[in-house]
């Protein structure tokens, strides 16, 4: 019950009063910027199916004679919590000439670049934009880059163009110094009467700021509650015994003690007992009484018997040539008249009777008598 109660009360204080804490990471700020694009291309060569002027937006593909220019505008923008940024965003055109692999590890045989457009944009704060429109021929771009790679000697590679929006970023951004440089490509692949626009949409990136920080340890319902349960159990239970120890519930009695004795000894000399049922004149052979069943073992062992537990009278005897040893066990302490019988046991030395004389209690037997020599 101590060891209960030394336990209770540690979860108690550890959950109601002083709880544990654990380390957690905290999100203090995020932030997220994007580019993207925005394309069309004004149809100058009017055709039955469009008429010069149109305006055609966003499309995925657009024909080199009839809207050759390619007109567009890369914007850039960010969230966070605050922040103060300057942007310089330079729009390049790319030709090239690369040969695909399987690992994605291709071969560039050449890579020419020229600038389209740059614009620089200080003080940007979050969910502003920074704008940088462009345009170019990208008709004139497909037969510019067919010249590049024929000037080395068609080389066995994939033609391709793109319009590459570089943003140097520098500032501040949720209180954190920012210097960093993000590319966005847009590509443009070429076609016999067409080209096509690869829009990749908006381009994200994310990140955040954390922290460390000590919290106290949430528990359970069961942890809550069982603990103070487990405390007040325990000292309850302590209060109880100690009551009981004041008022001497808890002393055990001779009766219970010589019992408690008796039951140990039958079940340690089990092997030496055998359990019968006597005749009715075996009351006239000449008897001693044993004080204990250990002594009436040891009979039984120095005379080479087997001690008899007679159930018709609760008692074990040995029998020795014309000679009766017996021993009467105690009876259970919750049995009736056991109180007195103990009275008898201890306070009396009552004379035994051998064929209607009176033996005198000087010669009642114990595990020393000289009629039980002991050799062990």
Known sequence: MVLIGAVGGYLTYTTHVEPETTTETREVSSWQSSGAFSHQATVVNGTTAFNEGTVLQNRSVYFRGVSPKLNGTFRYAYEAQEGNLTTETTVLLKYRSVEPADDGNGTTYWDVTRPVAQDRTEALRPTERATVPFSTNASAAIERAQRIDNEHGNTPGQLGIAVIARVDVSGT???????TTNTYRLPIIPGDSVYRVADPGVDTASGSQTEQVSVPVEYGALRR????????LAVGSLLGLLYARQTGRLSVSEAERRWADYRTTRAEYDDWITIGHLPSDTDKMPAITVDSLEG??????DTNNRVIENVSCNQYVV?????????EPPLEPTAKGDDERASDEQGSSTDQTKDGMTVPSQLQANTNHSDNPKDH
């Open 173 to 179: 951004r949720n209180g954190q110094r920012v210097d």
């Open 225 to 232: 509650v069982g603990s103070p349960l487990l405390l007040l």
């Open 296 to 301: 009436l073992v040891d009979v039984a062992i």
């Open 319 to 327: 029998f020795v040539d014309d000679r009766l040893y017996r021993y």
